[in-house]
């Protein structure tokens, strides 16, 4: 019996440090599966703050013929000043996607882009400055994005069901374009495109740049180099002088930079 009883205690004995164990081993679990549902909320929350930070600027630029994707270099140059006289604001850019080739019809695709773009910044971030650009056949895509009214007679291309809300030009602080096609250029390479115009919510807060010998947007301009200018001969900067005064007025500043 005293026998029985010592390996009794024997055994009791050796599963002590394994009933230590198993305790410790719930208690790390446990401690695991806290840190673990830590964490995942964490990873949860990071993407929806991030996806909620709304820019105080932004630019929606569309590039000219030719040009790679992105702003081009006009546009580059434009983006560059305006970030420069906007200090302590916050400018994203938005380069519109479209073809940029010969065939003008697939200006259409930039508008309707355009315009989801703008319609989108202006429902998930209304307090935002948006700012409108475009140089050569981009501000064609620019100018019929602010357009208010559809020529008699005009077929809607595919995707587009009319001018975008007048709603959205209250959020527009600027529309800045440089060298856009003039109706005599327009009647040499393509004579099914509707005017290229600026609706007249947007007429005050645009402007429109053309170097007097640039035959795509003068009358009687026969210097075909001229085209190429705008990024260096001061009038992206004047562009983003413009704009910058728009933004810091819209914004409730002096607009004065």
């Given at each position: 019996m005293g026998t029985v009883q010592a390996e009794h205690a024997s055994v009791n004995g050796n599963l002590a440090?394994?009933?230590?164990?198993?305790?410790?081993?719930?208690?790390s679990v446990g401690a695991c599966a806290a840190a673990a549902s830590a964490l995942a909320s964490l990873l949860v929350l990071a993407p929806s703050a991030t996806a909620e930070a709304c820019p105080d600027v932004q630019v929606v630029y569309a590039r000219g013929t030719f040009e790679p994707a992105g702003v081009g270099v006009t546009g580059q140059s434009f983006v560059d000043s305006l970030r420069g006289k906007l200090?302590?604001?916050?400018?994203?850019?938005?380069?519109?996607?479209?073809?940029?080739?010969?065939?003008?019809?697939?200006?259409?695709?930039?508008?309707?882009?355009?315009?989801?773009?703008?319609?989108?910044?202006?429902a998930k971030c209304p307090n935002?400055?948006?700012?409108?650009?475009?140089?050569?056949?981009?501000?064609?895509?620019?100018?019929?994005?602010?357009t208010d009214s559809v020529p008699p007679g005009y077929v809607l291309p595919a995707g587009i069901t009319g001018p975008m809300p007048d709603s959205v030009a209250s959020h527009v602080a600027a529309v800045t374009l440089f060298g856009k096609p003039s109706t005599g250029f327009m009647n040499m390479i393509d004579r099914t495109a509707p005017p290229i115009t600026i609706g007249h919510l947007y007429g005050a807060k645009a402007l429109d740049l053309c170097i007097p010998d640039d035959p795509i947007c003068a009358t009687g301009g026969g210097d075909g180099a001229a085209h190429g200018l705008y990024a260096v001969n001061g009038m992206a900067d004047q562009a983003a002088g413009f704009a910058?005064?728009?933004?810091?007025s819209a914004s409730g500043g002096s607009g004065r930079i």
């Open positions: 440090p394994l009933e230590s164990a198993r305790r410790g081993l719930h208690r200090p302590g604001k916050s400018v994203d850019v938005y380069p519109v996607n479209y073809p940029a080739s010969l065939d003008f019809a697939r200006v259409s695709d930039g508008v309707i882009d355009a315009s989801n773009k703008a319609q989108d910044v202006v935002t400055k948006l700012v409108l650009g475009g140089y050569s056949q981009g501000a064609a895509v620019v100018a019929y994005l602010t910058a005064q728009r933004v810091l």
